[in-house]
């Protein structure tokens, strides 16, 4: 004869002032989620010395990375089209050389100076207010050196130290999991099937793994800040999942336990 296993301990049976209490326990769990993906943002984004966060940021600080000058990127895929040869050389040259600032408007150079070669063949659109480009001027105008210069120079990004990356590592790797161990055991305490808890737990639990580990992979190979990032978004978005299905269920009228199996 086999003992009947015990009730599962359901939330819903908990008092009023528990499920208050841990309603807004998870909301600052969840809030503290929130403002932790703001942060990362600020931290990272400007990396490049450019606005936005971008895998180049990511990577740079994990990995290290030489940042493009977008403007000569734009020269070497053919833009403008319009662009002859040798002026499209010689902006190149320009680019790639460590006289960005003095040769700009070098007076030597006559016609082949850069300010000379974009003043005819760019500002047409990207000056402010060009009635040509879609407005491109705006984003991105050309008129004057001070608007060139952050996108004429190339940029080395050099990646946090080894202690840095350690400290991370040995802070948020249990306090993470124990996060996500907290959750999934106050959700499956819920009325939720346990197969979607299970399902958003596991999936959370494998994207923390290497959201954590590839802090440390990424110095040794770039693409393993593409498991940072998915990673991240994986063990974030199970975390909020689990928080929110843990508050619905303590704001729904209570339901009677049943003994699982």
Known sequence: MTTPSPAWPRLSSLGFLSKVGLIFL???LLTGYIVSGIFLNMEYENR?????????DIVGAYHGVTSPSPLLESLKKGHPETLGSEE???????LEGDRIGEDYDNFDLGDMAPSEIIAVNCLNCHTRGAAEGDGIGDRVPLGYFSDIQSIAVSREINPKNERII???????????SMVLIMLTLLCAMTR???LLVGGIAAVAGVGLFFDVTGQWLARFQAFWAYAIVVGGFLSSGGVGLLGLLVIVDLLLPGKKATVPG
């Not at 490049?48 to 180049?56: K, N, S, V």
């Not at 499209?88 to 320009?94: D, I, N």
């Open 26 to 28: 998870v909301l600052t």
């Open 48 to 56: 490049d010395e450019r606005p936005g966060l971008t895998m180049t």
């Open 88 to 94: 499209r050389t010689a902006l190149v040259s320009w």
């Open 166 to 176: 350690a400290l991370s590592m040995h802070v948020h790797a249990p306090s993470l």
């Open 192 to 194: 939720w099937p346990g």
